[in-house]
């Protein structure tokens, strides 16, 4: 009897539970709200609808922070939604907010300023951002100059305001992170230095080092000698070769490329004519000299770049020795005044986005600096004299005929076979599913033999001679299936094209059996962007990393990481470690900085950059996932030739620069590791949608 009638009032007990539970109306959200926040708040969370016992608990506990706080999570509410995390961050700040006033005693708040690091910096740009942290409190407050700063996240206690920074002055900055009646206190300094400034009408005066060339120059026949000086505007302006008495006439310019501004800024050049050249050899250096003269005065100064001339007579030949040796596109229509350019002589460079072949070879045309210029087409490009070596006892200038083509095709990849008999230079031009070979130096056949077979290869067209460049051919592969990479080499003197083909996936798994290289960057002595703490890029990256790693292999992929540890890695081993290993995908991973005098306040969240036309997809993939799963704003897809890890076209690369280290906002996500974990699933759900986008 006893037995029976226990387990009828557990029984009742039970069902009282679930009646409670189950059958209890839901709390009307208006009527929870009534007189609980101001009007604007009560809007915002009005989107939670009906209340279960979590959301009046989160309303309870808001009731309690700050106006301005309160604001902080009515928003995100309304923006995102109710979350139990959100609930937890605010059952956590009351935890260490909510002491009883007879128990507080009330200290100043820590407080770190990570840039500017320390007094007297000289900055390139304004506005000035600043930033740090501080203790992680709704209660503190954080001004720079008097005026509170821009961005506070009082959950973490990071900080960033901008500044106006005037030029030439050494200029104050007062960081105070205050609690209640007591304060900490940071100043320091900066110098905004004037990157230019306009010389005065008088004395007389030439710049001591805004002058080109720097360094010296060698020139042919035909070659200009272009002479840039800034100077006394209103001026007239000559220079001198050498002993010569003849004077070259140089103009003020008025359409400066930035950061030149204002007057005085002269710009002269010179013809090299046959009589300046001695026959088969070149002359000593020459001097520069520079005259400007106004009325009876007159002032001159010497260039440090001295010229010499040199017969084109024999051709001087050189081949490339370097495994990665670059090469640099002459920018003519433009110069750089107010500091060295690559070739030390005032004109501006581009890098060619690849490496040029050991074994190829090039005639030199000139000497500017360090590096050799050499003419491909119609354009002027310079190459490093050390990675080169004189080939003294050719005298022809790189030429071949080319009359057959050979195609093979394997399970991985299609092989394409020129028969060039000489070693000639050429460029890449690649988009998404075609690559366009230009080659300079090669005369086609008439009638052009296509040995093999290859299914893959939809077209190969022989453009020859390319527009105004009679000695160049323009050979377009275009391919049946997007690029998976592609590589290019010297067998002998011929030139095989070796095109990679698309891997097979797996739509149920297509990680499965996928080779991948996780690449953390910086690590050890490179720190990366500096974060508002102690923590950096190189330490957030490396535990995004980790969980990328882990979550890959749980899918089936082999994963193999550039680095697991806080130590260097050289740039070069990064990206050879995929070519070893023939992965199927390398992923840079990064968090981003600012620009000094960018927008760091309304410029932030997720980018990603890549090198090869192929390679755009796959980072607009990942982008997209990244703007939709965390949240941030989308930066851009930017393509960058001048990555070391984004430059070997074997292996589909990008770089993911995840957000911005100094953002409270980006960094919100980037410090914690719930949010780490997140990223590294965005990204590995990004390279399942570029994968099965194949």
């Not at 106004?294 to 001339?309: A, I, N, Q, T």
Request: aromatic content about 8%; glycine content about 8%.
């Amino acid at each position: 009897m006893k037995r029976t009638i226990c387990l009828l009032l557990i029984l009742i007990f039970i069902l009282r539970i679930f009646s409670i539970t189950s059958f209890s109306s839901p709390v009307n959200v208006r009527e929870y709200l009534n007189g609980k926040f101001p009007a604007i708040f009560s809007f915002y969370l009005a989107s939670l609808e009906d209340l279960d016992t979590y959301e009046t608990e989160f309303i309870d506990l808001l009731e309690k922070l700050p106006t301005n706080e309160q604001r902080t999570y009515a928003r995100e509410v309304y923006k995102n939604g109710f979350s139990i995390e959100l609930l937890d961050e605010l059952k956590q700040w009351q935890k260490t907010e909510e002491v009883p006033s007879w128990q507080k005693t009330e200290e100043a708040p820590s407080l770190k300023v990570a840039y500017p690091s320390r007094s007297g910096q000289r900055i390139g740009g304004s506005p000035l951002f600043i930033f740090g942290t501080t203790d992680a409190s709704p209660a503190v407050k954080v001004t720079v100059n008097d005026e509170e700063v821009k961005k506070f996240d009082f959950r973490t206690g990071n900080f960033l305001t901008l500044v106006e920074v005037p030029k030439e002055e050494e200029f104050p900055i007062v960081v105070v992170a205050s609690r209640g009646g007591e304060r900490t206190l940071i100043e320091r300094t900066v110098i905004y230095p004037r990157l230019w400034e306009e010389l005065p009408r008088n004395p007389l005066t030439i710049h001591s080092t805004h002058i080109q060339p720097k360094q010296d120059q060698v020139l042919k026949e035909g070659d200009k000698l272009k002479v840039i000086i800034q100077g006394s505007p209103e001026a007239e302006a000559v220079f001198r070769i050498g002993d010569s008495s003849n004077e070259v006439s140089m103009e003020e310019v008025n359409d400066l490329p930035l950061p030149l501004e204002g007057q005085g800024i002269y710009m002269g050049s010179y013809t090299v004519q046959a009589e300046d050249v001695p026959f088969l050899r070149e002359t000593s250096p020459q001097i520069i000299t520079v005259t400007l003269r106004r009325e009876d005065k007159e002032v001159s100064r010497e260039l440090p770049g001295k010229v010499r001339f040199a017969s084109g007579l024999p051709p001087r030949i050189v081949e490339v020795t370097g495994n990665r040796t670059r090469i640099y596109q002459v920018k003519e229509n433009s110069f750089i005044l107010h500091s060295s350019t690559l070739g030390g002589d005032g004109l501006p460079t581009q890098m060619v986005g690849y490496y040029i072949l050991p074994g190829t070879r090039l005639e030199v045309i000139g000497v500017a600096g360090n590096y050799l210029r050499v003419n491909l087409g119609v354009k002027n490009y310079l190459i490093y004299q050390g990675d080169v070596k004189e080939m003294g006892n050719v005298i022809n200038k790189p030429f071949t005929g080319l009359s057959k083509i050979g195609l093979n095709e394997t399970k991985n990849e299609v092989e394409i076979r020129f028969n060039t008999r000489e070693c000639i230079p050429f460029l890449i031009e690649d988009e998404p599913q075609q690559l366009r070979l230009i080659l300079y130096g090669v005369k086609k056949s008439e009638n052009i033999i296509q040995e093999g077979e290859a299914p893959s290869v939809q077209k190969i067209e022989i453009e020859s001679p390319v527009q105004e460049e009679s000695d160049a051919a323009a050979i377009t592969i275009g391919m049946n299936q997007p690029l998976a990479g592609f590589d290019y080499r010297w067998e002998g003197t011929e030139l095989v094209i070796s095109v990679r083909k698309l891997p097979q996936i797996s739509e149920d798994n297509p990680l499965r059996g996928r080779i991948i290289v996780i690449d953390p960057g910086h690590g050890g002595e490179s720190s990366g962007a500096i974060g508002p703490g102690d923590i950096h890029e190189k330490d957030v990256v490396l535990e995004i990393g980790k969980f990328l790693q882990s979550m890959l292999k749980d899918k089936g992929a082999e994963v193999i990481m550039t680095r697991t540890k806080d130590v260097n890695v050289d740039l070069y081993e990064r990206i050879d470690s995929a070519l070893e290993h023939n992965a199927d995908l390398f992923i840079s991973i990064h968090a981003n900085a600012h620009a000094e005098g960018a927008d760091a306040i309304n410029y932030h969240g997720h980018m990603t950059l890549y090198n090869y036309a192929y390679n755009q997809k796959l980072a607009e993939i990942i982008l997209d996932n990244l703007v939709e799963r965390i949240g941030l704003p989308r930066t851009r897809v930017w393509k960058r030739s001048d990555l070391v890890v984004l430059r070997r076209p074997q292996v589909p690369s990008v770089l993911v620069e995840a957000a911005f280290m100094m953002h409270p906002d980006d960094n919100w996500y980037l410090l914690q590791p719930k949010y780490q974990r997140e990223f590294a699933g965005v990204i590995m759900n990004g390279i399942i949608d570029y994968f099965l986008s194949l």
